[in-house]
């Protein structure tokens, strides 16, 4: 199986060639198949160049430009329409996921989940540098999500998550533009039936640059996405799920392990 990696990126000069290598060497070290896809979310600083020589220096790190306006949703987009791995990783440019937990989704997708799911407050996991206000706000609004769908998933706001190609392929057409996508990607591929497992995960806040997330902009954003995918899930009578989609899930399922154990081996690795 191979994984890409998507990261999209803007302003992300001081911190994207040692997200990337991080990266890198986390999958190499795992002897993975993969490519890493930078997408410069119209950037004002270096961060394509940086990205280009790169690409130069590895030739499995390729860098490219949204066709969209500025948004980390169509970066995100941007980066799904080109990925050519078998399943695709959402990893942030400010360097705050541990590329190890990469290689811990990579084998949970392995096992035959169709998505793998990080969380940073569940037992195991770690957060460091988180601001208190935001902190506070994401537990509210997770808590609100988790009650609304009754997933058993406290952290669904987080982009760092993977997924099979063909989760990505019908959890289409994507609506977010921002960071809203954060909840629609997760939440359409829940309640249009394909399994996931959760992981502990470790987050550490950024140590360069400014976040780009402005709580002031996106609390309408994520609410609209939440009610969309709730209407959908309680009105659409399954139209969206994928045909034949139990009977694939059970074929990989047949060799499966549970999850927790794959986390543990991935991790010993």
């Known amino acids: 199986m191979r994984l890409s990696v998507v990261i999209p990126a803007h302003d992300e000069e001081r911190s994207i060639e040692r997200t990337v290598l991080a990266v890198t060497d986390a999958l190499e070290q795992a002897g993975l198949d993969y490519e890493v896809v930078v997408v410069d979310d119209a950037s004002t600083d270096r961060t394509g160049a940086v990205c280009a020589a790169m690409g130069r220096e590895n030739p499995r790190v390729r860098g490219v430009t949204s066709p969209y306006g500025n948004g980390f949703g169509m970066a995100v987009r941007a980066g799904l329409e080109v990925f050519s791995g078998d399943a695709v990783a959402i990893v942030m440019a400010d360097g705050s996921d541990h590329p190890d937990d990469i290689v811990a989704y990579y084998r949970l997708l392995e096992a035959g989940y169709d998505c793998a799911f990080g969380s940073r407050f569940m037992a195991g996991a770690r957060h460091t540098g988180y601001p208190r206000f935001k902190l506070v706000l994401n537990r509210l609004v997770n808590w609100g999500i988790r009650l609304l769908f009754g997933h058993g998933y406290d952290d669904t706001t987080n982009a760092f998550k993977a997924y099979r190609r063909e989760v990505i392929e019908n959890v289409q057409p994507l609506l977010s ?93």
């Open 177 to 269: 533009q921002h960071f809203n996508l954060t909840v629609e990607l997760p939440l359409k591929a829940v309640i249009r039936g394909h399994s996931y497992a959760i992981a502990p995960i470790r987050w550490i806040g950024r140590t360069e640059g400014r976040s780009k997330l402005r709580l002031d902009e996106m609390g309408s954003r994520y609410l609209f996405m939440v009610l969309y995918a709730f209407l959908e899930h309680h009105l659409s009578r399954g139209d969206y799920r994928r045909p034949g989609l139990e009977a694939a899930r059970r074929r990989r399922w047949s060799a499966g392990r549970p999850a927790a154990r794959f986390y543990e081996e991935a991790q010993r690795r």
